[in-house]
């Protein structure tokens, strides 16, 4: 039966794949007697591991819980806690696991507890929990996303809610660039007070169940810790207690969360009174005292940050001095001119909190969203020190979690717009020099996900190549690397270019801490070896990427290092013959891969124990159509995949065959199938749905479908033929 993709109804970004009248099929068996169920499919072989599970399509499927689900989609959703009784009450549950992050905390240096000065980024746009509550992702077109997470040490999730529990697309993405998150416990106006009444005046009994289910609750959704925001007046008894409460939260969090944080954001006062003070002071140090950090206002002046790093002492980094970028109040800066604060901040040794960037989106639109974040962001840099990678492998295809549309090896896989930041990316530097180079995203265009990287610039007159710095490193060199590069040349003269790798290197065993520009320059520069024959591992991969590939070119290298540790990582673009003008190149760089190569020969493990639950069978869009939505779930070593391909072979009710189509990518070993449109079976028919789960590895080394996951799902309808 030919089948071909169409529209489900409903929620955002959900695909129906959608049985048409094809080939003649073949003629069905005859009935068997009464009382016995006719077979659609004889007994066949499955692939080794299959999963064969038998349903019986229900008209009144139990409804889901709305927290975790969508109510009209079924579509897995992040949620938040309102209120006291909420946070008490609430405890995991097997339908939690969409909220789970599976993306663990890369390493970096220099690590958080340096004393470099640190940059936070909290986030607040429209109330939060807006496209970025689907767990699974959606249709939106021109998302809000970030990316400069090179440029940043913590990453807050913003609302008004009592309890932010941030929406796991978020955790998974700055974990992945090694960025550690908060959610935020705020109490606020008559409702906050009340609130802070109930818990905090009382005895320790009631401020310590608060505090360990707050830290519980990060240990479980396997986010970092909390902004803890109390902005409303409280009354003798209770601010008497509320250093102890963060003491004990603070140290509730670092035992259940490793490297855990809890910061404090400047509101009230040790009396008790809501006066904000924009800056770290005698009446709020205290609370200073108890927890790791504290966020001030944003109406300082340079005075402020003078008082305030002589007070903090040895502790002025844990210091981080607020920015609101929508420059609300009499504030210094904000919009392009944040610069301004950020010079000021930096010049007193102090941390920054970046308020709401966000406004480049909300305030200057979405149609060049894009261009005007790397705009800002740009302006931010000389402030903004930068973090290497510690670990290997690296493998990136530069997608921000976005697209119009979505690819593969080089071809559009699928058309239309697509948000998931769980699907972004490790994402590079992004230097910019004024009028000689700049890096940015090319959506028109990708080889894998939705974006590539497009590197854009000039080889000044007399010079043969220039240097694109990729990603800073810091990690001891193992014996062998093995690196790759997809990349795609564009321009009138694209035949003038080459284009490599560059790595360097400092003779180093060890990883330095500090700041970025002190460390010695490289005394290694190192030009892997083209290999015109990739090894074994490598060969699958870079067989579908040739020079006639869709335009883009493959390039796989080796590198032989001993007693080293790397340095850099950088594009080189060079022109063939030397010329007395400049001479312009446009690149578009598709995926980079710096592998072990003691890891590439390593077995790659098998998907498991698939299996389908909660089936939410609806009438179809046709007369002889049903919709299918459920739960997949498996398993998988941990750390080993980066996310998982969902493919659906599709649905019938006869033999024969049909190719994989993409449903979704799943960032943990679950995913909710939504809104698939089924053939009806006939009255004492069963059909046949396959669905397979292939792993995509952190390496992104191809996996043999032999080790997917498979599932089989054999369906009947006793309604079928009943009026």
Known sequence: MAEAEAEAQGGPGRRGKRPEDGAEEPPEEEAERPGRRRRSFPPAAEPRGTTVLHDTVSARPQPLPARHFDTSTTEPVSFFLSGLEELLAWKPDSNDDFN????????????????????????????????????????????????????????????????????????????????????????????????????????????????????????????????????????????????????HLTAQVHSAVPGGLVIWYDSVLQNGALRWQNELSEENRVFFDACDGLFTNYNWKEEHLERTHRLAGPRHTDIYVGVDVFARGDVIGGGFDTDKSLRLIRRHGLSAAIFAPGWVYEHLGEENFLHNENKFWGSLAEYLPTHSICTLPLATS??????????????????????????????????????????????????????????????????????????????????????TLLYKLEGPYPNEFAVALELTTWDSGTCYEGNITSLPEPNGRHHPRFLPAPPPGLAKLLAACSRGSHGWTSRCYELDLQDCSLRDLSLLVSRHQPSPQETPFTCLLGEVRVLDAASVAASPPQVQSVTASQLWWQEGPEAEQLSLSLTLRWAFPPGRADCFRILSLGARCHRGQTSPQLLGLAHACLYRAVGLVVPRPAAGQSCRLELLVEPVLRDELPMDPERWGWLVLVYSDPASGTS
């Open 398 to 483: 530069f997608s921000l979690g976005m697209g119009t549309s979505r690819f593969l090896d080089g071809k559009e896989e699928e058309a239309g717009p697509w948000y998931d930041l769980s699907a972004q990316e490790i994402q590079p530097l992004y230097p910019e020099r004024e009028g000689r180079l700049s890096t940015g995203c090319c959506l028109q265009d990708a080889w894998c996900g939705g974006s590539s990287l497009r590197v854009e610039g000039t080889i000044p007159p007399g010079e043969e190549r220039v240097a694109i710095r990729l990603f800073s490193l810091q990690m001891p060199a193992p014996p062998k690397l093995f690196l």
């Open 100 to 247: 789970v992050s599976a993306v663990p905390l890369a390493k970096r240096q220099p690590p958080l507890h340096s004393k470099r000065p640190r940059t936070l980024v909290c986030h607040d746009m429209r109330g939060g929990y807006l496209e970025d509550r689907f767990i699974q992702g959606s249709a939106t077109r021109n998302p809000y996303v970030f990316y400069h997470w090179r440029y940043i040490d913590i990453f807050v999730y913003f609302s008004h809610h009592t309890v932010t529990i941030p929406p796991v697309c978020w955790t998974n993405a700055a974990h992945r660039n090694g960025v550690p998150v908060l959610g935020t416990f705020i109490t606020e106006w008559t409702d906050g007070e009340k609130l802070c009444e109930a818990f905090l005046a009382g005895g320790a009994e009631a401020y310590r169940a608060v505090s360990e289910q707050l830290a519980r609750i990060a240990q479980h959704y396997r986010f970092d810790g909390w902004l803890v925001n109390i902005e409303n007046t409280l009354s003798a008894a209770a601010v008497g207690n509320l250093p102890l409460f963060l003491r």
